[in-house]
Every structure is written in C-alpha cells, then in structure tokens.
C-alpha cells in the first residue's frame, strides 16, 4: 500500500511537471510547443491602480497609453516574473478564473500582458497576476466586484489563451530617441501567441535579414548603422515559433515615435 501510494504521488508529479512544460515553453528538445492550453492551473491574483481602472500607462512592456484603450482597454495585467520571462512574456494573453463560487463568476476573464509585478505576492518563483482593477472586477459575478476587490489577494486558475485584436493588424512603434544607427522597435496587435522570440529586420535593396536585440519589454533593437530604408520586419513567435514577414512596412523617411502598421497578422 505504501508503495502504491509513492507511484502514485510520483506519477502525480510527473504530470504536473509536464504540464507546466508545455504552458512555459520548457523541457527537452522536441517537446510541443502550444500557446492554447486546455488545462487550468492555479495561481493567485491581485489588483491595483484604481478599482475600474485599466491599469498603470507605460509598464514594464513599453505599451504605453494603449493600456488605457480598446482593445487593451481593462484587460491589462502585470505578471510575477516565471510568466513575464525577462520581457519576452509581453503581448501574452491568459484566461482567468476566480474560484469562490459565492462571489466569482464562472466566465473567465482575459488578460493581455503588459507589465511585471517583481516583488511582494510575486516573488519566490510564485505565479501570480496583478490585475487592473477593471479586469479583477470582472471576475465577480454582477453587482459584487467592490466585495471581491475587497479580499485584496484571491485565489484563482489560468490558462494560455490565444490573442485576439478584431480588426487590427501588427504595428510597429519606433520608439523615441532611434536613429539610423540605433533603431528600436515596440511590436503592437499581435494575434495568436502574442509573444517574441526573435525579430529580424532587412534594409533597403538588401536580402540580408539582420538579428535584432531583445533589450526589455516588447521593444527590440539593431545597431549597426547607417541604417536605410525602407525596412522589412521578420517576426517569430516565442511559444510556437511561427514566422511573418512584413515587406517594407516602416517607410524611408521614418521617424522616432512614429506607428506603422502592416497588412498582416498571425491567423
């Protein structure tokens, strides 16, 4: 009996091991890769700024006042760091769910990364989600989310979730201080995964794609220089590696702080 019982807390184990592999983008070679997962897993959350508010402009991903409307609008969140990955977690959408069925409604809410929360609830490897408190509200059933805002931390389930920006297609933001011989960009409105691995940039009358730098949040850099357009922008997706290519998408006569949005978007 006591045997039987160890297999079954190491089988256990192991199931809750891969589990989080296939939700983190972890484990051995070949393993899958999914930025949709079927399974709930629990975590905790936490709201801030005001109680329906759509959380705090800027963050740690360099969003921004897109934070402020749709469809980002009330649907931000800041993530303890085992989701928010150094930066590469941003854009990321998840589902979640609180679990007190005396208050917490049964839909779940979807949240879009857009900062990280380092410290208090969020430390020591937890998983936890600071919500706006527009969001955090939406988790209570109708008329009780001052109630649930009140609790302060609760205890809740999540899961990856792909991203949906209806009518929108991936944008580029040149972020302030580029010049021709340091460019940055900040990626906006993308579907599916809504993360980065790599991000590659061509120059003008070039079939060379150069490797841009991950410097923080959602922004990504090249440095070698004079750079010239127009540019091309190649991205790959962190989670499950798929590929676009947007062709001359940010013009020759580019400027800092500019948005440039391209034709396509993951399907």
């Known amino acids: ?31 899958v890769r999914k930025a949709v997962d079927p399974e709930w897993h629990q975590a905790t959350a936490t709201w801030y700024g005001s109680a329906e508010g759509d959380g705090s402009d800027g963050g740690a991903c360099g969003y921004g006042t897109l934070v402020d409307v749709v469809p980002m609008k009330a649907r931000v969140g800041a993530v303890s760091p085992v989701l928010f990955k150094s930066g590469e977690g941003c854009g990321a959408c998840y589902k979640v769910r609180c679990l007190d069925r005396g208050i917490c409604s049964r839909r779940a809410v979807t949240v879009i990364v857009t900062d990280e929360c380092p410290g208090g609830y969020c430390s020591l490897g937890r998983t936890h989600f600071d919500l706006s408190g527009a969001a955090f509200g939406r988790l209570a059933v109708a008329g009780h989310a001052g109630q649930l805002r009140n609790r302060g931390e609760i205890s809740v389930v999540f899961r990856r979730t792909p991203c949906k920006y209806r ?40 079939a060379q794609w150069q490797d841009m730098k991950h410097i923080w949040g959602a922004t990504w850099s090249l440095t070698p220089g004079p750079l010239v357009g127009p540019f091309s922008v190649r991205l790959t997706t962190l989670t499950t590696k798929k590929t676009l290519s947007a062709q001359d998408v940010i013009p020759r006569n580019w400027t800092p702080k500019a948005t440039y949005t391209s034709r396509l978007n993951f399907a």
């Open 1 to 31: 009996m006591a045997a039987g019982s160890a297999t079954s807390g190491s089988c256990a184990l192991l199931v809750s091991i891969l589990s989080a592999a296939l939700l983190f983008g972890v484990g051995e070679a070949g393993a």
């Open 167 to 206: 009518g929108k297609n991936i944008a580029f933001r040149v972020v302030e201080g580029s010049t021709t011989f340091w460019l940055s960009l900040l990626v906006e409105f993308e579907d599916g995964d809504g993360d980065i691995g790599s991000m590659q940039l061509k120059q003008a009358n070039s």
